[in-house]
């Protein structure tokens, strides 16, 4: 039988039930209130009582203390694909070329030149560029935009491609007769540029940039290890570097790009490392145009070498990268890759070795960042023997190139285990940079307390059930993903899109978009 049991003030004898457990309803051994069962002693009552407190205390109140006392969440910026395009105006190459980077704002600042039109557009010719990229308007809107929604911040993450597309081909037609190392020199100095004009738009804020496929001294996609672009670009890119950490990571970034870094106070324990994998690119090929796929060894070796050490000392890391692992969906559409005939899906990177190398550290690894794409999207890597998977978060672009709106992420990150609990992104409202404004929140929009693994897999297990993508969180997602009509799109092709999310290999994914192939 069940009583209402109230919990009587034992230790001084009075019969006053005490205030905050006054309505538990738990079986009681009190048939009558007024007369006790024989079986119901003073001490069996004072083991209710406390056993009673302890549940409150488990339930109640120790959840609110550790609400009230959690870390507040630092505020952090997110951004990539800046694609900065210094020949939107020919003529004014040559001024910067020979300009020092200080006084590249006043050059680009300045009137247009006479024959832009005509020059550029025999330019785009020449070199087949596939729309524009960020030229010093867009730019100088969106360090505004910056300014006025990201001064808060402390510390940013810029995932890769500073240049923009085809610059090697833009220079080689404005300078068809420049010596060896101009072009490295010019790279070098545009990529200074836009470094000191965004550190200048949040003074004191360390912005940790890494290189991207088009971040190059000889051509996209092109990198020669222990280069001279590696060593002259190295000093900008870990300019932010606390001075007792710069000397190490100076020399890992002139050797292959890569670099790590320990966040300062309010976080505990939490590095950044940034890789540059542009080595472990399908379409990655050293300065002499020659493939090398001997080069992402080590590059892979000191990740592994991070992972290793941050688990021995109790750390955790933000990997930071440009290129993500895993399916290429677009190129797998364009390339009419027949998926469920047998063909294999286009893959980002050579070979799994990024994501397998990640896979056994979710305990060390709460996110990776990524970009590339240019869009808004969410991604996960599995775990490996019962392990939790590692969240995955792709970064959109400035640069509006592949039709999205230029837009950046605040992130809002756990200071104690480095969990992104939230983040928002910013876009403009046109590809000019008219104006920005906030677009959605993740919170808001998926209703979830945090971006944990553990949260994306249930996104992303709901995204690849809803083929038609008719639930509100897949509307929510195609919505974000382009921010205007091109969403539509996205709808027709989702089951081949949600499919290349959480699976990282060929097999994975052809299980999932074809469940009844055979293999």
């Known amino acids: ?98 300009a020092p980077v200080s006084g590249w704002r006043a ?67 404005v300078f068809p007769k420049a010596p060896e190392g101009a072009y490295r020199a010019f790279t070098v100095k545009t990529m200074e540029y836009i470094l000191l004009q965004l550190r200048a738009t949040l003074p004191g804020v360390p912005v940790y940039p890494v290189l991207g496929n088009n971040d190059s001294g000889c051509g996209d996609y092109q990198l020669d290890p222990h280069s001279a672009f590696l060593a002259e670009s190295s000093k900008s890119f870990v300019a932010d570097v606390p001075a007792s950490q710069r000397a190490q990571a100076q020399a890992d970034f002139a050797a292959f790009g890569n670099y790590s870094v320990a966040l300062p106070a309010p976080f505990q324990h939490l590095r950044i490392v940034a890789i540059d994998n542009l080595f472990e690119s399908s379409r990655y090929a050293g300065c002499d145009a020659k493939p090398n796929p001997a080069a992402a060894l080590q590059p892979l070796a000191w990740l592994n070498a991070q992972l290793q050490a941050a688990r021995a000392q109790g750390e955790k890391l933000w990997i930071v990268g440009h290129i993500p692992p895993g399916i290429d969906p677009y190129s797998t559409a364009t390339h009419l890759r027949n998926v469920c005939g047998g063909q294999a899906p286009e893959m980002y990177l050579s070979s799994g070795a990024l994501p397998e190398a990640l896979a056994p550290y979710s305990d060390v690894v709460p996110l990776a960042l990524f970009a590339h794409t240019h869009m808004d999207e969410m991604r996960l890597i599995p775990g490996i023997s019962q392990q939790p998977p590692i969240a995955v978060k792709l970064t959109p672009s400035i640069s509006p190139n592949n039709g999205n709106l230029p837009s950046f992420t605040v992130a809002r990150v756990n200071p104690t285990n480095g969990t992104m609990v939230d983040y928002a992104v910013v876009a403009s409202t046109d590809a000019k940079g008219a104006s920005w404004a906030l677009k959605y929140s993740f919170r808001e929009a998926y209703q979830e307390n945090a971006y944990s693994a553990t949260n994306v897999a249930q996104l992303l297990s709901g995204f690849e059930a809803d083929k038609a993508a008719t639930t509100a969180p897949s509307q929510t997602y195609i919505h974000n993903y382009y921010f205007h009509a091109s969403a539509l799109l996205m709808a027709l092709h989702w089951p081949q899109y949600t499919c290349s999310l959480g699976n990282m290999d060929a097999e994975s994914y052809r299980t999932c978009l074809c469940p009844t192939a055979a293999h």
């Open 107 to 173: 050059i680009l600042d300045a009137p247009a030149s006479a024959d832009r039109d005509t020059h550029l557009a025999a330019l785009e010719k020449s070199c087949h560029t596939r729309g524009r990229d960020t030229d010093e308007e867009l730019f100088v809107s969106s360090l505004n935009a910056l300014h006025t929604e990201a001064r808060n911040v402390q510390f940013a993450v810029i995932a890769g491609d500073l240049l923009a597309h085809a610059l090697d081909c833009k220079f080689n037609a």
């Open 1 to 98: 039988m069940m009583w209402k049991l109230e919990c009587y003030r034992v230790l001084s004898g009075t019969r006053e039930p005490s205030t905050p457990l006054s309505v538990i309803l738990i079986p009681a051994c009190f048939p009558n209130p007024l007369e006790p069962s024989m079986l119901c002693s003073r001490s069996v009552r004072l083991l209710l009582c406390s056993l009673l407190a302890a549940f409150a205390l488990q339930m109640v109140l120790l959840p609110a203390y550790a609400q009230q006392n959690r870390p507040p969440a630092v505020p952090a910026l997110l951004l990539s694909d800046i694609h900065f395009d210094p020949f939107l105006d020919p003529g004014k190459v040559p001024q910067l070329a020979a």
